[in-house]
């Protein structure tokens, strides 16, 4: 069974800093994309940020652009989301999602999520 | 930027109706690369359809999806109550992979 466990959420101030963790079990975690998808609360879904399965790539929203770095561990089958310069409109539940390729890269598993919350 | 929207915003049917739900994009979806999420209140959301028709793992068959280009449908055949939440449909053929709105099914 495919699990992901997010950690790493929290209270942090304007310009402060946070680091996710995802914690993956299940499946190869090598062989698969991983991601970062948002949601502010009463809100839609926003897609963060995504990484190839070595690490080789790494894609982002233009709005988190230059502030969030997304990597992974594959010997410890762990994703992470370094966040710096949080703003308040970064406030949002972070899923961490698996991708999956039966035609195109989609999301196939999402975790629970992590709430992060930015305000002084 | 693909942008995605939803139609209607909230529809209000009877357990045993049948739903049918509009995401229109605004530039063509090629491949029909069109998923559909559920999410229930405090959960995460759960693939229902990928490549705008496939249902995924364990979706019941009364889900199901429809459309090509710019216009998709997600269709729930007969309602069941715990069908009674909200659906995203979402791109990923282009980056930023976006997401719709949202339509959120309730109890009439």
């Known amino acids: 069974e495919v699990q992901l466990l997010e950690s790493g959420g929290g209270l942090v101030q304007p310009g402060g800093s946070l680091r996710l963790s995802c914690a993956a079990s299940g499946f190869t975690f090598s062989s698969y994309p991983m991601g970062w998808v948002r949601q502010a609360p009463g809100k839609g879904l926003q897609w963060v940020s995504s990484?190839?399965?070595?690490?080789?790539?790494?894609y982002y929203a233009d709005s988190v652009k230059g502030r969030f770095t997304v990597s992974r561990d594959n010997s410890k089958n762990t994703l992470y989301l370094q966040m710096n310069s949080l703003r308040a409109e970064d406030t949002a539940v972070y899923y961490c999602v698996k991708f999956t390729n039966v035609g195109g890269w989609y999301e196939d598993y999402w975790g629970q999520g992590t709430l992060v919350t930015v305000s002084s | 930027e693909i942008v995605l929207t939803q139609s209607p915003g909230t529809l209000s049917l009877s357990p045993g109706e049948r739903a049918t739900l509009s995401c229109r994009a605004s530039?063509?979806?090629?491949?029909?690369?069109l998923a559909w999420y559920q999410q229930n209140p405090g959960q995460a959301p759960r693939l229902l359809i990928y490549?705008?028709?496939n249902r995924a793992t364990g979706i019941p068959d009364r889900f199901s999806g429809s459309g090509s280009g710019t216009d998709f449908t997600l269709t729930i055949s007969r309602l069941e109550p715990e069908d009674f939440t909200v659906y995203y449909c979402?791109?990923?053929?282009?980056?930023?992979?976006?997401f719709g709105q949202g339509t959120k099914v309730e109890i009439k």
């Open positions: 490549g705008a028709s």
């Open positions: 979402q791109q990923y053929i282009s980056s930023p992979r976006t």
């Open positions: 530039q063509s979806v090629s491949n029909n690369y």
């Open positions: 990484i190839s399965d070595t690490g080789g790539g790494t």
